[in-house]
């Protein structure tokens, strides 16, 4: 399984950025993983952002990012998209993408892509 996201880079508060993670491997099957996205700021630990099932009916988002994020996904094409609105200092970190068999078995990892938020 390889995750290979984009998307990050600087941007000013009140911005928006688009990331994007494409799934690859055995599609076959990772067609029906859920998906999502971790981050981690300097020297604090990993934190939940968002997931969402395979087939994109359920999603589920961290209370810090409610209705600033949205997280969609295009299964045609095996990649996970988290639109990041209303961008804070705070959101400053490294995104990660992930994938696994479901939202609570997110084993797969990307690397990560930087999202700085200049205030």
């Known amino acids: 399984v390889q995750l290979q996201a984009s998307g990050g880079g600087l941007v000013q508060a009140g911005g928006s950025l688009r990331l994007s993670c494409v799934l690859s491997g055995r599609t076959g099957t990772f067609s029906f993983y859920a998906m999502g996205w971790f981050r981690q700021a300097p020297g604090k630990e990993r934190e939940h952002v968002a997931d969402?099932?395979?087939?994109?009916?359920?999603?589920h988002y961290a209370d810090f990012v409610k209705g600033r994020f949205t997280i969609s996904r295009d299964k045609a094409k095996n990649t996970v998209y988290l639109q990041m609105n209303s961008l804070k200092p705070e959101d400053t970190a490294v995104y990660y993408c992930?994938?696994?068999?479901?939202?609570?078995?997110?084993?797969?990892w990307g690397q990560g892509t930087q999202v700085t938020v200049s205030s």
């Open positions: 992930v994938a696994g068999p479901s939202t609570v078995q997110l084993n797969y």
């Open positions: 969402i099932t395979w087939n994109g009916g359920v999603t």
